[in-house]
Nanobody
Framework: QVQPVESGGGLVQAGGSLRLSCATS????????MGWFRQAPGKEREFIAA????????RYADSVITRFTISRDNAENTVYLQMNSLKPEDTGVYLC??????????????????WGQGTQVTVSS
């Protein structure tokens, strides 16, 4: 069993920054790819970023690729999402997820096996 727990969300003005964290307990964190997704009100869950178990490969949604950075610290069992130049359309619940089986970082939600409860990010204009 793997339990991701997100933190770091909050209210920020447009143009500001936030750093999200996802701490994972349970099975060996360093073996698995990790991803961040976003759930906005009235919208489908969307892929934001993913990172390989080694940290050497990353993948981003086109909407965030120039502004967000995903990273991980396997010694701390934690994955991060640095979000810069935030926009009101970035508002939503940010969910961390664990992928037990993919060879490369995936943007496909159903591929992920374990999900956190999410952390709310609100960007005001």
């Amino acid at each position: 069993q793997v339990q991701p727990v997100e933190s770091g969300g909050g209210l920020v003005q447009a143009g500001g920054s936030l750093r999200l964290s996802c701490a994972t307990s349970g099975r060996t964190f360093r073996n698995y790819n990790m991803g961040w997704f976003r759930q906005a009100p009235g919208k489908e869950r969307e892929f934001i970023a993913a990172i390989a178990w080694s940290g050497s490969l990353t993948r981003y949604a086109d909407s965030v690729i120039t502004r967000f950075t995903i990273s991980r610290d396997n010694a701390e069992n934690t994955v991060y999402l640095q979000m810069n130049s935030l926009k009101p359309e970035d508002t939503g619940v940010y969910l961390c997820a664990v992928d037990l089986s993919s060879a490369t970082p995936s943007d496909y939600g159903p591929q992920y096996d374990y999900w956190g409860q999410g952390t709310q990010v609100t960007v005001s204009s």
